[in-house]
């Protein structure tokens, strides 16, 4: 795997890790950690899909 398919993998890691942990209530959604796991995992996706030049998907991730 490319280095942008790594950072773009443990983005949404991240991201899905705040999303299950909130589902099955084992961390508030108004949680410092909730909220850090989704900015970095936002973060390194946006981040990865600028690495490729994928734009739609780098706007959805900058807004997010």
Not at 4 to 21: K, M, N, P, R
Request: with cysteine; charged share 5%.
């Amino acid at each position: 795997m490319s280095s942008s398919d790594w950072i773009g993998t443990i983005g949404v890691f991240l991201i899905l890790v705040a999303y299950f942990c909130s589902t099955f209530n084992w961390m508030s959604p108004h949680s410092r950690t909730f909220f850090a796991l989704n900015t970095i995992g936002a973060s390194l996706t946006c981040f990865s899909s600028y690495l490729i030049k994928y734009w739609p998907f780098f706007v959805l991730e900058g807004t997010w």
